[in-house]
């Protein structure tokens, strides 16, 4: 099982070998801007459900 901060890494990594912003990977994900923003500066965590999605679509990505 990918830890928290593991799985913020590959939804960074995602995000830019996507070259998506964080608006757009907002909307992919149907959270707010400020939501990725505060993952990605590490100010909160993703909730369980929130993870459950970003798994879904950093593997999405792995299996194409």
Known sequence: MLKIMDLINR???YRLENKITQQELAK???VAFTTIN???NRKTK???IQSFHIK???ER???I
Request: without cysteine; glycine residues 6%; proline residues 6%.
């Open 38 to 40: 505060r993952w990605l």
């Open 56 to 58: 879904k679509l950093v």
């Open 61 to 63: 990505k792995n299996k």
């Open 11 to 13: 939804l960074e990594t």
């Open 46 to 48: 993703p909730n369980k």
């Open 28 to 30: 992919k994900l149907g």
